[in-house]
C-alpha cells in the first residue's frame, strides 16, 4: 500500500494563466545536479552511456488543475483526464545523500597489460555522497560541522558492510563521497600511476574508492546473450549490484567520525533502489531461437521483454495495483484497493523532440506509459511521486538508447530530455489521467 505525500504543494493557477516553463524547469535543475556528479576516477574508467544516477527528494511542488477546477488541489479529486497541466512538477527539494551506480573496468589504457595480464573484467561500482554543510541532517544532529570523514552503515540486496565505513571529505564537490568497486582484478595504484591518473591515485589515497567485492558483485559478462537461450534472465547473477532486471536495494544510515551522532531516518535507516523498468535489446526477460515462426520460414530470434505467459504468468509485470482515488482502466472508481493484470492502452504516438528539447517531469495519477526510444539518444527520468512503504522518494536517471523502453507504473513521475546535436524519434504508449 503506497500513501500520498500530503505535505507537498499544489500551486494553485489563476484561470487563464500558464506556468512558465521556460525559467526555474525543474527538468534543467535535476539535470544541472547530475552534471556536478563526480567520479572517483578519471572517466575513460567507467562506461559513461550506462552511468545510473539517484537523487532523493523530499518534497515536490506541482501545477494545480486549469480553468474550472483550479481550485481542486486535492489530487485524488483531480479526476479530469485531458487537463495535463495538474501533472506538472514546478519545483522540488533533494536531501543530503545522492548515489550513482554504473559498471567500470581499469582495462581503459592501451599498456594496461604490464600491469593487468587478466582477461578484462567489467565490474558494478556504487558510489554515496553526502552533503558536507552546516544544514546537513547530519551537522544539524551533530550540533557543528563534521571533521574531514564520516562513517556509513551500509547494506547492498541485504549484505551488510560488516562495520561502519569511513566516508573522506572531498574538497572538490564539498560532500563526503566514497565509490565502492567489484571484484576487477588489477592493481588499481599501479594502473593508475601509468596512465598519470592523479585523481584516481588521490582517491585511493584518501579513500574515497575501496574495493569491496563482497558487497559489490557480479559481471557485466555475465549477461551475455551467448549461451542463454531460453534462460530466465532473473536468475542469472540474481545479487548483481547492475541487475538488468532486479532492483538494487541500498540500506543506508550516517553518522559522525564516534559514531554517536546519526543522521539514521529516525533510527529506522534511508532505503533506496535502483528500479527504473528499463527493457530493450540488453534487458530481457528471456531469449532464444524460434524455427518456422507461427508456420513461416527461417529462424527468428527473440527477446521477451514483457510478459504474463508461459513462465512469466502472473508476474505481475504489466499489472497494477488500483488505489480507491485511481480510475481503472474502463474509468471507473470503487471502494478498497484492486488488481488490474494488464496494460490498458488509450493512446500511441509518434513524437519527434528537437535539441535541447525536453518533456517535463510530470505524473499519471492513474495509468501506465511506456517511453520506447526509436532513434537517437536521451536522458531518462523517473520516480516515485507518492511515497512506496519500501523505499525513499527518488529520482533515477538513464541513458535511453535506440531500442529501449522505460515502462511508468501508476503514481510515478517521469520526463526525458535531449541533450545531443540529432533528433530523437519516440514511440509512446498508454492510458493518459
Not at 581499469?106 to 554543510?133: C, H, N, Q, T
Not at 531518462?380 to 523505499?391: E, L, S
Not at 533528433?423 to 493518459?432: A, K, P, T, V
Request: glycine share 10%; charged share 25%; hydrophobic share 35%.
Amino acid at each position: 500500500m503506497s500513501s500520498l505525500m500530503m505535505s507537498d504543494t499544489v500551486l494553485r493557477v489563476t484561470p487563464g494563466q500558464t506556468p512558465d516553463y521556460n525559467s526555474r524547469n525543474p527538468l534543467t535543475k535535476l539535470l544541472g545536479m547530475v552534471e556536478t556528479h563526480r567520479l572517483a576516477a578519471e572517466r575513460h574508467f567507467y562506461l559513461t552511456d550506462e552511468l545510473q544516477a539517484l537523487v532523493p527528494f523530499s518534497h515536490l511542488d506541482f501545477a494545480g488543475p486549469q480553468g474550472a477546477d483550479a481550485d481542486i488541489l486535492d489530487p485524488t479529486r483531480q479526476d479530469n483526464k485531458t487537463d495535463f497541466q495538474k501533472q506538472n512538477v514546478r519545483d522540488f527539494l533533494v536531501t543530503d545523500t545522492y548515489l550513482l551506480r554504473g559498471w567500470v573496468t581499469p582495462r581503459a589504457w592501451k599498456d594496461v597489460e604490464a600491469f593487468d595480464p587478466m582477461p578484462e573484467r567489467i565490474v558494478p561500482f556504487l558510489k554515496l555522497s553526502y552533503r558536507a554543510g552546516p544544514d546537513s541532517k547530519l551537522a544539524e544532529a551533530l550540533g557543528r560541522l563534521p571533521g574531514q570523514s564520516i562513517r556509513l552503515f551500509l547494506k547492498v540486496n541485504g549484505r551488510e558492510a560488516g562495520g561502519l565505513i569511513t566516508v573522506p571529505y572531498n574538497e572538490a564537490t564539498d560532500r563526503y563521497e566514497i565509490e565502492l568497486w567489484g571484484d576487477h582484478g588489477s592493481d588499481l595504484r599501479a594502473i593508475f600511476s601509468s596512465g598519470g591518473d592523479e585523481r584516481g591515485l588521490a582517491s585511493l589515497d584518501r579513500g574515497e574508492l575501496i574495493t569491496r567485492p563482497d558487497m559489490i558483485r557480479g559481471l557485466r559478462s555475465d549477461f551475455d546473450r551467448e549461451g542463454k537461450d531460453d534462460v530466465d534472465v532473473r536468475i542469472v547473477s540474481s545479487d548483481c549490484t547492475m541487475h538488468p532486471l532486479l532492483p538494487t536495494r541500498i540500506e543506508v544510515a550516517w553518522a559522525d567520525e564516534t559514531g554517536q551522532s546519526w543522521d539514521s531516518n529516525e533510527g529506522a535507516n534511508y532505503h533506496y533502489e535502483f528500479n527504473m523498468m528499463l527493457r530493450g535489446w540488453d534487458a530481457y526477460l528471456k531469449a532464444g531461437i524460434s524455427a518456422n515462426p507461427h508456420g513461416g520460414l527461417g529462424f527468428l530470434h527473440y527477446r521477451n521483454l514483457l510478459s504474463n505467459y508461459f513462465g512469466f504468468a502472473g508476474s505481475g509485470e504489466l499489472g497494477r495495483t488500483v488505489e480507491p482515488w485511481q480510475f481503472d482502466a474502463m474509468g471507473g472508481k470503487a471502494d478498497g484497493e484492486r488488481r488490474e493484470g494488464f496494460f490498458a492502452i488509450d493512446y500511441a504516438d509518434l513524437h519527434i523532440l528537437k535539441n535541447n528539447c525536453g518533456i517535463g517531469i510530470h505524473r499519471h495519477r492513474d495509468n501506465q506509459e511506456i517511453f520506447f526510444l526509436l532513434e537517437g539518444q536521451a536522458v531518462m527520468v523517473t520516480g516515485d511521486w507518492y511515497r512506496f512503504p519500501d523505499r525513499e522518494r527518488c529520482f533515477e536517471l538513464r541513458t535511453l538508447r535506440p531500442g529501449h523502453f522505460a515502462l511508468l507504473k501508476p503514481g510515478g513521475l517521469h520526463g526525458m530530455m535531449n541533450a545531443t546535436d540529432s533528433d530523437i524519434h519516440l514511440l509512446m504508449f498508454g492510458g493518459y489521467d
